[in-house]
């Protein structure tokens, strides 16, 4: 009698456990897989995620159903889905593990901050699918450039973290005003840009690396800088920047006279609080002739007169 209860209990006791592993097989089916749709903050500085759990599987299925939460405008207004601005999705393709996304025109015409925060919180939402681990952008059928012409190309989710693993929602925007060249390449003119940027690089270098990539489209002005320029360094002591680039910056592929590339370089990084002051190296050297009329040793300050 005794061992016939023990067995109840014992049998019981299996039923219970096996019980409990079923509710909590089909509490895990219930739940599905968890995303992490990316959207705009209200202020435009960053993006952001919120969880969002599906049970659809299949790659093309969760793309779908992912595509249409980050077209779904928020309720209380509390951030921007990135597909709901002026511009439409016209189609998209996957061949192997890349995506690629066909705009129209529209999307090109958005502000260049609100342009990079919408690129980052949708390649950053799609990567995570399976299977697709690269995006492309398109506008019709030519590929997506940025502010200087240059084809953007295919994104991974990496591009958008910087080096110490931080989001883009650490990035900062910044209004710039940046001198290039005016049509006969004998003056400057001044073009104030705002700027997303990754707050661990210099405000100095990022003026440098905006000149390198010339006016964009809609700033009426022209490049002064060989595009091809690398930065080596830029530097800033007691108000005086020495910015030091290769040697490819002494090739000029544009119709501007020396002064205007200089004083470029020169009255962009002096607009900045604490520089005073410009020092130009190549490779470190300044015992170097731009165009053989000017001497980079020299110190410069300040020209105003060559602002139309």
């Known amino acids: 009698m005794i061992a016939r209860k023990r067995k109840n209990i ?12 079923a509710c909590g097989q089909k509490s895990r089916q219930e739940q599905g897989r968890t995303y992490h749709v990316y959207y705009e903050n209200n202020d435009e500085t960053g993006i952001f995620s919120q969880p969002y759990v599906t049970e659809t599987e299949g790659k093309e299925e969760v793309l779908e159903e992912l595509l249409d939460q980050l077209s779904t405008v928020s309720g209380k207004l509390e951030y921007k889905a990135p597909l709901s601005g002026d511009f439409q999705l016209l ?10 996304l066909v705009f129209d025109e529209n999307y090109k015409w958005q502000p260049v901050t609100t342009e990079v ?21 398109q506008i019709n059928s030519e590929p ?6 240059t084809v953007i190309g295919t994104m991974t989710a990496d591009l958008f973290i910087d080096n110490a693993g931080n989001e883009i929602n650490t990035y900062e925007k910044v209004k710039l005003s940046l001198y290039f060249a ?25 003026v ?15 490049p002064t800088i060989n ?23 002494l090739t000029q592929i544009y119709n501007v006279t020396s002064d205007v590339t200089i004083y470029s370089i020169t009255n962009s990084l002096v607009e900045l609080p604490n520089v005073n002051r410009v020092q130009i ?13 000017i001497s980079l040793s020299t110190v410069f300050e300040r020209n105003l007169e060559l602002v139309e």
């Open 10 to 21: 014992v049998f019981l006791f299996v039923l219970t456990v096996m019980a409990l592993c």
């Open 91 to 100: 189609s998209y393709s996957i061949a192997e593990d890349q995506l690629t």
């Open 117 to 137: 925060l919408v690129r980052a919180a949708i390649v950053r939402t799609l990567t995570q699918i399976d299977g697709i681990q690269y995006v492309t952008f």
């Open 144 to 149: 997506l450039t940025d502010a200087s012409g």
């Open 182 to 206: 005016n049509e006969t390449g004998d003056s400057l003119k001044v073009v104030n840009r705002s700027v997303v940027y990754n707050s661990n690089i210099s405000m100095e270098r990022l």
């Open 208 to 222: 440098v690396e905006q000149l390198i990539a010339g006016p964009g489209e809609g700033e009426k002005a022209f």
């Open 227 to 249: 595009p091809d320029t690398k930065i080596v360094s830029v530097n800033v002591k007691d108000g005086t920047c020495y910015v030091n680039l290769d040697n490819i910056f």
């Open 281 to 293: 190296s190549i490779n470190g050297d300044t015992a170097v002739n731009y165009k053989e009329n």
